[in-house]
């Protein structure tokens, strides 16, 4: 049972826009910035989104981060077939004294 | 370019031990934070601890109940976490990862080494 909750699959055509979102509480979300990785098949994740809404360089803009209370949420806009790949959501815990992911959510280009 | 490389991973048998290490290249080691994050088959991803660029600070996961001790050598550039006491539910992908910009945001990860638990 993961600490943040995340929908295990999401989907949309190439070109549409996808959300996915990253449920946690007062003492990871809503105290503490929110990451994002990208997991592609049979490789390392990679970091795709820091500090809730920050892109590191060489991310493309299509992937959007943004948290609202103890929510946040990655959006990825103008889907390509590439972007089919697990994505994970974390945030420090402060009761926990450490990261914690989410489950991971799935996306398939359609 | 940075570049971190894991080895040590393997088949062992329950309550084995097992030494895990990470070369990193490419940066200044002995000024980050290095963390150690591991997937099992199938699975997500689960943090397993994170040691400061000074050794001063160490963080566990709960989960671990003490099995675990992670630990650094700067002149090596080299980072490890020695595992006591598996189990099968050890049996995970291992990652070496570079933090940066806070404590759960890591920048650069290795290529992961696998750690199996079986009889």
């Known amino acids: 049972q993961s600490v943040l909750t995340q929908p295990p699959s999401a989907s949309g055509t190439p070109g549409q826009r996808v959300t996915i979102s990253c449920s946690g509480s007062s003492s990871n979300i809503g105290t503490n910035t929110v990451n994002w990785y990208q997991q592609l098949p049979g490789t390392a994740p990679k970091l795709l989104i820091y500090?809730?809404?920050q892109r590191p360089s060489g991310v493309p803009d299509r992937f959007s981060g943004s948290k609202s209370g103890t929510s946040a949420s990655l959006a990825i806009s103008g889907l390509q077939s590439e972007d089919e790949a697990d994505y994970y959501c974390v945030a420090w815990d402060d009761n926990l004294n450490g990261p914690v992911f989410g489950s991971g959510t799935r996306v398939t280009v359609l | 370019e940075v570049q971190l490389v894991e080895s040590g991973g393997g088949l062992v048998k329950p309550g084995g031990s097992l030494r895990l290490s990470c070369v990193a290249s490419?940066?200044?080691?002995?000024?980050?934070?290095m963390n150690w994050v591991r997937q099992a088959p199938g699975k997500g991803l689960e943090w397993v601890s994170s040691l400061s660029y000074n050794s001063n600070y160490i963080y566990y996961a709960a989960s671990l109940k003490g099995r675990f001790t992670i630990s650094r050598d700067n002149a090596k550039n080299s980072l490890y976490l020695q595992m006591n006491s598996l189990r099968a539910e050890d049996t995970a992908v291992y990652y070496c990862a570079r933090a940066a910009h806070g404590p759960s945001t890591f920048d650069y990860w290795g290529q992961g080494t696998l750690v199996t638990v079986s009889s």
């Open positions: 490419g940066f200044i080691f002995s000024s980050n934070t």
């Open positions: 500090s809730d809404n």
